[in-house]
T-cell receptor, first 112, second 113 residues
């Protein structure tokens, strides 16, 4: 199916563990983004990517790592999860710098 | 950094027109204004985008005064299904990086029967 998907949809992990959230889009959009959403903070940009092998930090990048070896995939890794990283994570993509962003369904991550 | 300020929440009755205003005093020359809608447990969805004056599509209208320091999203004749959080974004990826574009906390619109 065309679109943008995220996996897993729900994840529970423990402090100190490594977790990878997956994002896949079928439109071949150049830009991809990772946001986290917490009560009282709205959506905050973690990392974004302008193309394969090009990534840059957003507003809250600490504790996260991204890669983009293929245009359609943009995984987000929490190298050593902390409780403060409990959040809902959204992936998005867009065709160009000013175009609409299309968001995935989100991943609800709980770090115990 | 073009920070945006919106009301935290608004209530409206079904069938009424709703206007949500966003302040962006530090908007830069190249910045565009974009509005998104988010329902619970879903990702945000694009509503409308504009640079100046007025933009209208099948869902909403966007009014931007000449000084561009604010913008107003207008939803005509809202229904219960318009209950959502509405985000105003200001920025331009071309002018220095997407890290300068932030969603903020949005306006929670509650439509009442």
């Amino acid at each position: 199916d065309a679109g943008i998907t995220q996996s897993p949809r729900y994840k529970i992990t423990e402090t100190g563990r490594q977790v990878t959230l997956m994002c896949h889009q079928t439109w071949s959009h150049s830009y991809m983004f990772w946001y986290r959403q917490d009560l009282g903070h709205g959506l905050r940009l973690i990392y974004y990517s302008a193309a394969a092998d090009i990534t840059d930090k957003g507003e809250v990048p600490d504790g996260y790592v991204v890669s983009r070896s293929k245009t359609e995939n943009f995984p987000l890794t929490l190298e050593s999860a902390t409780r403060s990283q409990t959040s809902v994570y959204f992936c998005a993509s867009s065709e160009n710098t000013r175009d609409t962003q299309y968001f995935g369904p989100g991943t609800r991550l709980t770090v115990l | 950094l073009a920070k945006t300020t919106q009301p935290i929440s608004m209530d409206s009755y079904e069938g009424q027109e709703v206007n949500i205003t966003c302040s962006h005093n530090n908007i830069a020359t190249n910045d565009y204004i974009t509005w998104y809608q988010q329902f619970p447990s879903q990702g945000p969805r694009f509503i409308i985008q504009g640079y100046k004056t007025k933009v209208t599509n099948e869902v909403a209208s966007l009014f931007i005064p000449a000084d561009r320091k604010s913008s107003t999203l207008s939803l005509p004749r809202v229904s219960l299904s318009d209950t959502a959080v509405y985000y105003c974004l200001v920025g331009d990826l071309n002018s220095g990086g997407y890290q300068k574009v932030t969603f903020g906390t949005g306006t929670k619109l509650q439509v009442i029967p």
